[in-house]
């Protein structure tokens, strides 16, 4: 049960566990038997299919509402590795947190933990931040009492996510001007939060958000869930300074699902951990990492540093060229390319019509798509379709270039 843990046996207690448990793993593996041939559920090689839900052609990007990414076959293996035996969570945690520290040569003094998502990484690292590693604390929130209880955010870094924030019980306080800053601060300021994406829509930039932080003497987290590539975005942040940056696992890494990382300054990580599972009694109890997605986090990060990015890149312009290529051989059709400067930094294409020779509104083609067979998934613009290419799977361009284009064809006045 519960809260023994504290913060010296989290950062220090790794050697001796991992130790003691190494002789027992390899006894047990011996006897584990192999994977039998499926039958029943599964048996036809697509539950999908069994339970009757249409999987799609995503050409909309790295969308949890679409199951985020595919994990790489490596990453399926280890996560398979890791359901042979029984280990102590906490120690698996320190162990990979100090692997990911070394891979992405992180400053001294940084780790890393794996969370259950970047959602669940804003979450744990307040909540560590309001509590440290006191008990009652812990238990308390988000009675706020005794704590700090308000966090400040520039008005158009508020975002979906800062849910997270709030579930604290702590108080947003908007910003827009440094003068506003210097109104905000209090002594019940806990931390400042950043939204990476919305750097350029915020009068104080990321560095001197980071700035105003070190002077006054408060923490500073940075959501950058979505902001990988480029993969230097994966240590900017820690080298910068921001105490606390988190990550989603499951977008362009392509690692588990329900993974995401919590980089950020070694007590705050060990505070930020206490707050969550396997600890009973804690706010982010609910935000079970299981030790699948833990080793999987790992391998997905490796794999991940060690791709060819501009390969990658190029591949992904490919893709859209093709799907251009054909669909601008209907009468009336154009696309045009562009790469978000942050969040999806990837090749995306927007794919507009004249309406004079295509009879289509693009709510009507998103729809079609939608429904056709394949089932296919593109972004609806003002104006007509837009799509990335970073998720598909082999020949999925040429699929969606065909589907396109009788569509197209069938609307042609
Ligand atoms: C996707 C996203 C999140 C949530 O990440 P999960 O890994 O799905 O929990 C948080 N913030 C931003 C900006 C995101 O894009």
């Not at 947190?97 to 794996?114: N, Q, R, S």
């Not at 003068?179 to 104080?204: C, V």
């Not at 009973?280 to 990492?289: I, P, S, Y």
């Not at 020949?395 to 069938?410: M, S």
Request: charged residues 20%; glycine residues 10%; neutral net charge.
């Amino acid at each position: 049960m519960g809260m023994k843990w504290n913060r010296r046996t989290f950062l220090g207690g790794l050697g001796a566990t991992i130790g003691a448990a190494a002789s027992g793993i390899r006894l047990f593996a011996s006897s584990l038997p192999q994977s039998a041939k499926l039958s029943g559920f599964g048996g036809t090689g697509n539950v999908y299919e069994e339970l009757g839900v249409t999987t799609v052609i995503n050409g909309q990007g790295t969308m949890t509402m679409l199951g985020g990414s595919l994990i790489r076959p490596e990453v399926e293996a280890v996560m398979a590795q890791a359901t042979k035996h029984f280990v102590s969570i906490p120690a698996l945690e320190i162990a990979a947190g100090k692997k990911i520290a070394e891979m992405l040569k992180l400053p001294d003094g940084y780790t890393a933990f794996v969370s259950s998502g970047a959602a669940g990484a804003i979450q744990s690292g307040l909540a560590g931040i309001l509590t440290r590693d006191d008990d009652s604390l812990i238990r308390q929130l988000p009675d706020l009492a005794g704590m700090k209880s308000e966090v400040i955010i520039q008005k158009s870094h508020r975002n979906p996510f800062d849910h997270q924030l709030r579930g604290t019980g702590i108080k947003l306080i908007e910003i827009e001007t440094r003068e506003d800053f210097k109104r905000a601060l209090s002594p019940r300021t806990a931390m400042m939060h950043f939204s990476n994406f919305a750097n350029a829509t915020g009068q104080i930039k990321v560095d001197e958000w980071l700035k105003l932080s070190k002077e006054n003497n408060i923490p500073a987290m940075i959501d950058a869930a979505a902001d990988t590539p480029p993969v230097s975005h994966l240590w900017d942040y820690a080298n910068m300074g921001y105490d606390l940056v988190t990550f989603s696992g499951g977008k362009a890494m392509r690692g588990p699902q329900c993974a995401g990382l919590l980089i950020g300054r070694k007590e705050l990580i060990g505070y930020a951990a206490l707050n969550n599972s396997p600890y009973e009694d804690t706010l982010g109890r609910g935000q079970k990492v299981g030790k699948e997605e833990i080793v999987g986090m790992v391998k997905a990060l490796e794999l991940y540093l060690n791709e060819d990015h501009d390969a990658l890149t190029r591949e992904w312009w490919k893709r859209l060229d093709t799907v251009s290529h054909e669909v601008t051989k209907v009468e009336g059709v154009s696309t045009a390319y562009f790469e978000p400067d942050i969040a999806n930094h990837v090749p995306t294409m927007h794919i507009d019509w004249d309406p004079r020779r295509i009879n289509l509104t693009p709510d009507e083609a998103h729809q079609s798509l939608r429904k056709g067979n394949p089932s296919i998934v593109l972004e609806r613009t003002e104006i007509g379709l837009g799509m990335n290419s970073f998720m598909l799977q082999l020949g999925e361009d040429k699929i969606i270039a065909d589907n396109l284009v009788k569509l197209f064809r069938a609307h042609s006045a």
